[in-house]
């Protein structure tokens, strides 16, 4: 017995949107990258430092980035301090990977830390005022709680 498909329709995709999408990605990616490059650094520590650090480290990252500049943080930096601070935590997990002896992925790192950063930038500058990169707050505002 075979399945037919629903007919979708076709979504029209524009070039920022594709742009956008493959910026948050490279942000994601960056992200796990910044918490390995502390990781690695931390365990190449001498005994018994290398597991405070190569552990608590990362773990104190991902605090600190929830709290202060994660999309949904109920104190997120405002916007010309977070690309800023965003670029700063990429920046030390480059250094983090160049003192654990990965020079090659440090470079590749800062690189690719510069090149989101300024993409970011740019589409924060070029999008339209009603078109906001992060779901609006009213949307939740909307709803009405259930049992009423």
Same mark, same amino acid.
């Given at each position: ?11 029209? @995709?524009?070039?920022?949107?594709? @742009? ?10 960056? =992200? ?15 005994? +018994? ?34 690309? $800023?601070?965003? /670029?700063? $935590? ?7 990977? /160049? ?10 790192? *800062?690189?690719?830390?510069? @090149? ?5 930038? @740019? ?5 339209? !005022? *009603?078109? +906001?990169? =992060?779901? !609006? ?6 709803? =009405?709680?259930?049992?009423?």
């Amino acid at each position: 017995m075979s399945r037919r498909r629903a007919d979708v329709p076709a979504v029209a @995709v524009s070039g920022p949107a594709v @742009v956008a999408a493959a910026a948050m990605a490279a942000g994601f990616v960056l =992200e796990v990258a910044m918490l390995a490059a502390f990781c690695a650094w931390g365990f190449q520590l001498a005994a +018994p430092w290398n597991f405070v650090a190569g552990l608590g480290l990362p773990a104190a990252v991902i605090v600190l980035w929830g709290y202060f500049m994660a999309p949904k943080a109920a104190r997120r930096l405002p916007w010309p301090l977070l690309p $800023a601070a965003t /670029l700063a $935590a990429f920046l030390l997990g480059a250094a983090a990977l /160049l003192a654990a002896g990965l020079p090659i992925l440090a470079a590749a790192m *800062a690189a690719v830390s510069l @090149v989101y950063t300024a993409t970011v930038m @740019v589409l924060h500058r070029t999008r339209p !005022a *009603a078109a +906001p990169l =992060e779901p !609006a707050a009213e949307a939740k505002d909307a709803v =009405e709680p259930s049992g009423r």
